[in-house]
């Protein structure tokens, strides 16, 4: 019952690293997302995959990249850490698009000083 | 623009009733979700809305009205387990997902 997985789970940054956020699922799910959640703020969403080599930009794309190569795993790339980019970011995916169910994964903490 | 309305926190009972409202503005309107969020802990599902009406699952029911942009969550029977943040989320035209910043709800003994 592995659904979604992500790893880290807590990870500090110093300002200007990079760092990968690592998403599989094995739920043969054809959509997969990147969102970030702030307190008090409604998730956001950061870049989707429709496919395998398909990726797009969501509301809140700047400081990231992405990439598709497999149905199964869909990585998030920071690039030059910002204090900004301190949230928790859930990767989730959809068997079709954003009107059916999503299923997140537990999350990741991220905090760069 | 689109926005999601939610109250920030709400606090109730053990073993009472309660509701938690969503009203929105979306371009568009193809389906409501509700989640539940424990802290720190991801979202889950709970339930879907694309017609007029109310969704009874258990304890939880949530209503939708189209015409008033507007939809509730109610819980019966609650529990301390119930303690969580609910987000209600909207399907635009665009088949995007519009989140709400969620409701805090504590459940007090």
């Known amino acids: 019952n592995a659904g979604v997985t992500q790893t880290p789970k807590f990870r500090i940054l110093k300002i200007g690293q990079s760092m990968t956020l690592q998403c599989a699922q094995d739920m043969n799910h054809n959509y997969m997302y990147w969102y970030r959640q702030d307190p008090g703020m409604g998730l956001k969403l950061i870049y989707y995959?429709?496919?395998?080599?398909?990726?797009d930009k969501g509301e809140v794309p700047n400081g990231y990249n992405v990439s598709r190569s497999t149905t199964e795993d869909f990585p998030l790339r920071l690039e030059l850490a910002a204090p900004s980019q301190t949230s928790v970011y859930f990767c989730?995916?959809?068997?079709?698009?954003?009107?059916?169910?999503?299923?997140f994964g537990e999350g990741s903490w991220l905090t760069v000083v | 623009g689109q926005n999601i309305d939610q109250p920030t926190e709400m606090t109730a009972t053990e073993g009472a009733i309660v509701q938690i409202n969503c009203t929105y503005q979306t371009s568009g309107f193809n389906g409501l979700f509700w989640y539940q969020q424990h802290a720190g802990e991801a979202p889950t599902f709970l339930s879907y809305?694309?017609l007029d009406g109310l969704e009874e699952k258990g304890r939880f029911s949530s209503f939708l009205s189209r015409s008033k942009g507007y939809s509730y969550l109610l819980l019966k029977e609650l529990q301390m387990k119930d303690s969580a943040s609910y987000l209600c989320?909207?399907?635009?035209?665009?088949?995007?997902?519009?989140w709400g910043a969620g409701t805090k709800l504590i459940i007090k003994p």
């Open positions: 809305n694309v």
């Open positions: 995959s429709v496919g395998a080599g398909i990726t």
């Open positions: 989320a909207v399907v635009n035209s665009n088949y995007q997902l519009i």
């Open positions: 989730a995916s959809s068997l079709q698009g954003e009107g059916n169910t999503i299923y």
